[in-house]
Nanobody
Framework: QVQLVESGGGLVQAGGSLRLSCAAS????????MGWFRQAPGKGREFVAA????????SYADSVKGRFTISRDNAKNTAYLQMNSLKLEDTAVYYC???????????????????WGQGTQVTVSS
């Protein structure tokens, strides 16, 4: 059974940092794209960041560019999202996603991901 488990969320003051982890089990994702999405209260889920199979290519939403960094450790079957300079508007449930089919490119669209984690809450306070 494939599982993606996020961790590292929590409550942080504006300007602070958090590092989210996404541990995958049940199969290897070493050759597939992975990504992070988030859903704020009352809003739809939105793209945050994506990384290709070997970490050589990444993509970010404009709202997080320069503050967030996505990375992965294929040996650990884990993806990460380092979040710095957090803002109130970053408050959301953050979801990890992985694609089933191997490929070289980053995956930006929610509908192109096959596996999803349960989400981890990030709350930024003033």
């Amino acid at each position: 059974q494939v599982q993606l488990v996020e961790s590292g969320g929590g409550l942080v003051q504006a300007g602070g940092s958090l590092r989210l982890s996404c541990a995958a089990s049940g199969r290897t994702f070493s050759y597939t794209g992975m990504g992070w999405f988030r859903q704020a209260p009352g809003k739809g889920r939105e793209f945050v960041a994506a990384i290709n199979w070997n970490g050589g290519t990444t993509s970010y939403a404009d709202s997080v560019k320069g503050r967030f960094t996505i990375s992965r450790d294929n040996a650990k079957n884990t993806a990460y999202l380092q979040m710095n300079s957090l803002k109130l508007e970053d408050t959301a449930v953050y979801y990890c996603a992985a694609r089933k089919t191997p490929g070289l490119i980053v995956i930006l669209r929610e509908r192109d991901y096959d596996y999803w984690g349960q989400g981890t809450q990030v709350t930024v306070s003033s």
